[in-house]
């Protein structure tokens, strides 16, 4: 019976654990957001090119961009191609857009390449 006892304490403990993990994830989603909307909008919501969930473990560069970018409305950016800052621009300017009641449009030189830049990140 003690055993039996001891497992419906521990099924308990752990259910009292996960709801409080799972209000804590909700706290933290929502002062990401309000913080740092592109770097929420990022995790949550936006795809890369390879139509995964963005993960920044390795660029920690691109994570501090994101969180300062809708702080500093006039960054000027240096970099190399194939750095992640399309994806960064797109949602910056979906958000401001959002905030301001307007529109994006994006206009590129060519079909080919508007088809493949909206198929790989709209």
Not at 6 to 30: H, P
């Given at each position: 019976m003690s055993d039996y006892?001891?497992?419906?304490?521990?099924?308990?403990?752990?259910?009292?654990?996960?709801?409080?993990?799972?209000?804590?994830?909700?706290?933290?989603?929502?002062?990401?957001?309000a913080e740092y909307p592109a770097l929420h909008w990022a995790r949550e919501h936006h795809l890369n090119t390879r139509r995964?969930?963005?993960?920044f473990d390795d660029l920690h560069y691109l994570f501090e961009l994101y969180k300062d970018i809708g702080t500093t409305p006039r960054m000027c950016v240096i970099k190399a191609v194939q750095m992640g800052l399309s994806e960064l621009f797109i949602i910056q300017s979906h958000i401001e857009a959002g905030d301001y009641g307007m529109t994006v449009m994006y206009v590129l030189p060519k079909y080919e390449l508007r088809n493949r830049f909206v198929n790989n990140r709209i």
């Open positions: 006892m001891d497992q419906v304490a521990t099924d308990e403990e752990y259910t009292i654990q996960q709801r409080e993990a799972i209000e804590l994830e909700g706290t933290l989603k929502r002062q990401t957001y995964e969930a963005m993960e």
